[in-house]
Every structure is written in structure tokens, then in C-alpha cells.
């Protein structure tokens, strides 16, 4: 708590810390790269993204840095970042690698490599700022501590839980795996359909498969569309062999497609050798809790009835014997 009243006693930090929240200005991780060649991870955020923010925001720029006559809005940022740099809580530096990737024509938004700005003072959009303290800790840090020993303890009693509990969790984790994969499927296809049908890109959940994201942050926005340069015949050439493939995979598909029953086999046996992979139905179970009487072989009343059976068979196979050598003396 002395820690948190400190920070607000400092309006400066506390902004900082406001900007490092999810709302915040968007971040990401890189590799610090020193002149000895040593490096360390860092967050670091964009010039153009800090500044963007707040021309959205003057309100919070002008708590710390007045307007005054003169002063544009991009001069109250400069000096904002200024006061960070001074208070040394960021630190100007660029990407290493200037020229984009063999294939690509633009560099990437957020570079995985900084390396130090040979100009370290003032503001410049184009360049990248790290941030030189640790993120405040929040309430989900301590959710997430709390609930991590809480599930590694009910994945090792997984065995023991009941049927119904069992059979519940696998149902539900294999829905949200179909769910996944169905997006995934249903995004690339209707980015193949518009895209060989108009040449433009329409992506649903375009961050879905970014790493530059988090797991909330992968589902927004909910889609993205963008037209393409004219005069591309590149592309137009790209978009007929595309058709001419996807044709060729779908006929290819569809006459040599099993028939039904054989999907339902397949699935069906899928589906078994999943729930015997995880031993829902507790087979596993009966060697841990003792229910292995059966296994271990018979119990005292199934010995004394199989001694009483012998001994029975025993007699009767000695009355026959008596039995036979008297009919044979009769005989004689």
C-alpha cells in the first residue's frame, strides 16, 4: 500500500503507470541489444502510438504539462516525453534491422530487436521508447498466483473426480478446441473467397493469430478489410492459379471422400480412444483407490467354494472308480 500512495503522490509516475494499463498505449517486447552485445527484454511502446494517444486525450496531457500560448498540442507531447525521459522512466531507442525482412516490402510494426538511439534525448514519432521500471503489480498477477497451484492440484486429482465431472471438463475443453478451429476455418475461407473473388483482404478476428497481442486483445477488432494497390497484375495472375488450385483440392476431396458410415466409425473410434487416452471412465482409477479385488484374484469365498467343488468331483470321480472295478468282478 505504501508503494501505490506513493505513486499517486507522484502525477507524473501515476500517468506512466495509467499508460502501461490495458487501455493505455499499445505496447510490445523486444530484445534491448547493448553495444557489448548483451541484451535484456523490455516493453517498449511507438513514438507515433504515444503521441496519437494523447491527441485523443489532451485532458490528461494538460494535467501535467499546462497549455500556454503558442503551444501546439505535438509540443505539449514533446515536452511530456521529455519529463519522462528526465524522471528516467523511458528511454529513447530504435529498431536494429532498417531494411525490411528478404520478401517483405515494409518493416514490421513492432520490431523484436532495439538496440540504443544515438540521439537520446528529445521526442521523435518514428522512434521507439522502453520502459525503464517493472509494470505495476495488478489484481489479476495475484488472481493468477493463487490460481495456478489451485489447477496444477486439480489436474493431478483428475483421475479420482467423479464421472460426471470427468466427462464434463473433456466435453467442454473438446468444444472450445472445435470452436478454435472452426473460426480458424471459417476466417482463412472467407479470406480465400473475397480475396480470389475481389482481390481485396477481409479478415475476421485479423489478430487472432498475432503474438504481438494477448488472448482478449486476439479477438478485436472483429474484422478488417483492405483494398489493393491498383495496376497488380501480379496479383490478378496470383488469384487465377489460387481458383485453380482450390478447385482441384475440392474435386480431389469430394471423389475420394470416405462415405458416411466410415466417418461415423472414424469419429466414434476417435472419440474412444480419446476418453480411454485420459481414463474418463476411471479404469485407471480402480488400481489407485483399491477396487482391484477382482484383479487380485479370489477371495476367501471363492477359494472355499472351489476347494468345496474339488473335493466333490474328487469323491465322485472315486465313487466311479469303485463302481467300475465291481462291474468288472461281476463280469468275471
Not at 479420482?160 to 472452426?182: D, E, Q, S
Request: glycine content about 10%; proline content about 6%.
Amino acid at each position: 500500500m505504501g508503494s501505490e500512495d506513493k505513486d499517486f503522490k507522484d502525477p507524473v509516475k501515476h500517468l506512466a503507470d495509467s499508460l502501461r494499463e490495458k487501455k493505455g498505449v499499445q505496447w510490445a517486447t523486444a530484445k534491448l541489444e547493448a553495444y557489448d552485445g548483451d541484451g535484456t527484454y523490455v516493453e517498449y511502446f511507438r513514438g507515433k502510438d504515444f503521441a496519437r494517444y494523447f491527441r485523443a486525450n489532451p485532458e490528461k496531457l494538460n494535467l501535467h504539462v499546462p497549455p500556454k500560448p503558442g503551444k501546439t498540442v505535438d509540443d505539449q507531447i514533446a515536452e511530456l516525453m521529455v519529463l519522462f525521459m528526465k524522471r528516467k522512466l523511458v528511454k529513447k531507442t530504435e529498431r536494429k534491422y532498417k531494411k525490411p525482412k528478404p520478401g517483405k516490402k515494409r518493416l514490421v510494426k513492432f520490431p523484436r530487436t532495439l538496440v540504443p538511439h544515438p540521439d537520446a534525448n528529445g521526442f521523435t514519432e518514428g522512434a521507439f521508447y522502453m520502459w525503464t521500471y517493472d509494470r505495476p503489480t495488478s489484481m489479476w498477477y495475484y488472481a493468477a498466483t493463487i490460481a495456478l497451484p489451485v489447477i496444477v492440484i486439480a489436474a493431478c486429482l483428475f483421475p479420482l473426480a467423479p464421472w460426471w465431472a470427468r466427462m464434463t471438463l473433456v466435453y467442454f475443453l473438446m468444444a472450445v478446441l472445435a470452436l478454435l478451429l472452426g473460426i480458424i476455418a471459417v476466417r482463412y475461407t472467407l479470406f480465400a473467397a473475397v480475396w480470389i473473388a475481389t482481390g481485396h483482404s477481409f479478415w475476421l478476428f485479423p489478430n487472432l493469430m498475432s503474438d504481438e497481442v494477448g488472448v482478449l486483445d486476439a479477438f478485436s477488432p472483429v474484422m478488417s478489410y483492405e483494398r489493393p494497390k491498383k495496376g497488380s497484375r501480379s496479383q490478378l495472375a496470383a488469384r487465377v492459379l489460387s481458383l485453380l488450385l482450390a478447385a482441384g483440392v475440392v474435386y480431389v476431396l469430394y471423389t475420394h471422400s470416405p462415405d458416411a458410415e466410415s466417418l461415423k466409425a472414424g469419429a466414434k473410434e476417435a472419440h474412444d480412444s480419446i476418453l480411454d487416452y485420459l481414463d474418463v471412465y476411471g479404469k485407471g482409477k480402480m488400481g489407485i483407490t483399491g477396487n482391484n479385488s477382482a484383479a487380485a484374484g479370489p477371495g476367501p469365498g471363492a477359494a472355499a467354494g472351489g476347494a468345496t467343488a474339488g473335493a466333490g468331483a474328487g469323491a465322485g470321480a472315486q465313487a466311479g472308480t469303485y463302481s467300475g472295478a465291481g462291474s468288472a468282478k461281476q463280469d468275471l
